[in-house]
């Protein structure tokens, strides 16, 4: 079983930037991939992105691509969510989960644990 504890979040204006933080634990975590999700007020949770450990490959959201980054550090279990260029639409708690699989990653039945969330909130 792999544990992710998620930090950072925040508020900020639009236009700015900030980085979420993904620390996982676990005996075999390597072999998952690491995804982010969002959920804003009033409206499902909706996929971001996802990081492989075993190939590096990431997948974003239509939304988001070419303004958030997905990374990971392997000697600290940690993923992280660059995100810039913020607008209102990004506003909403996100939250950090893994999955040993590798297809499928939008779909939230695909995600085995997931963290507590932290909230970002975009001032326009």
């Known amino acids: 079983q792999v544990q992710v504890v998620e930090s950072g979040g925040g508020s900020v204006q639009a236009g700015g930037s900030l980085r979420l933080s993904c620390v996982a634990s676990?005996?075999?975590?390597?072999?998952?991939?690491m995804g982010w999700f969002r959920q804003a007020p009033g409206k499902e949770r909706e996929f971001v992105g996802a990081?492989?450990?075993?190939?590096?490959?990431?997948y974003y959201a239509d939304s988001v691509k070419g303004r958030f980054t997905i990374s990971g550090d392997n000697a600290k279990n940690t993923v992280y969510l660059q995100m810039n260029s913020l607008n209102a639409e990004d506003t909403g708690v996100y939250y950090c989960?893994?999955?040993?699989?590798?297809?499928?990653?939008?779909?939230?039945?695909?995600?085995?644990?997931w963290g507590q969330g932290a909230q970002v909130t975009v001032s326009s």
């Open positions: 989960a893994a999955t040993e699989r590798l297809i499928g990653l939008t779909a939230l039945v695909v995600w085995d644990c």
């Open positions: 676990g005996r075999t975590f390597r072999r998952y991939a």
């Open positions: 990081i492989s450990w075993s190939t590096g490959s990431t």
